[in-house]
């Protein structure tokens, strides 16, 4: 695991040099491209590639995950703000979104955003409960509340709270989330996680955190993901991809 994290370091300091020395007029593209790598714990490991597309809010992605003990699996997805009102008082989005993976899995989910800058977000989670990499390792079968304020220049600031509500677990995770400009055209982004309720091996109650660094075509993340998924691994995570 030291040898790992060593490692691990040792990239995410070369990255945040390649991310500076990056910088330049060049507008990135509509792609990106990502690379994760997770340290799951007793010498298990896993890796996800995924490219995304992104134009006018809507994205489509494409990602292939495996690891020694789920094995691997296809997975894709859609998601699309669609605007209901754009009164400057209360501006109103829907947020859709749909993922399918081989396997069988399909789920979706739908939420409401209202207001802006200080906005509400409500939303709803559902599959058809089929073996699942949850990489987004929130519940899926859930509600969302959400409390946040987005300003100028992508500065972004909010709290949520995503709980288990059909499954009977009481499974829980609560954010709170920033993300902010720096100098050189980067941005900073930091995530603190609070995770509780009944896991695989008993009863969770963990803290976990991710810190990311974005650049105009490079960006890159680390996290720390105690109980991952409300098993009894705890994760390392390491992503890093380019914006082409």
Known sequence: MTMALTRWAVLVLSFAHCAIAAGSDKE????????????????????DLNLRWRRDGRTLWLGNYRDGDFGAQWRAGWDEPWTLSTDPLLPVQLLPSLQVASGGFAGGSLGLQVGAPFYAQFGIGRTNLKPYANLNFDPNDALTLALG??????????????????????????????????????????????KQGQGDAGAVNAWGWSLGLDGREWFGRLARDPKQNFSSRDAWRLSLGRRF
Not at 33 to 46: I, N, P, R
Not at 156 to 162: A, E, G, N, T
Not at 167 to 174: I, M, R
């Open 149 to 194: 304020w987005q300003g100028e220049g992508g500065r972004q600031l909010s709290v949520s709270v995503i709980a288990d509500d059909r499954l009977g677990t009481g499974q829980q995770h609560h954010h709170l989330s920033l993300r902010w400009p720096l100098p050189d055209s980067l941005r900073l982004s930091a995530d603190l996680l609070h």
């Open 28 to 47: 990135p593209g509509e792609f990106k491209l990502t690379l994760g790598q997770y340290q799951l714990g007793a010498g298990s490991q896993g890796t």
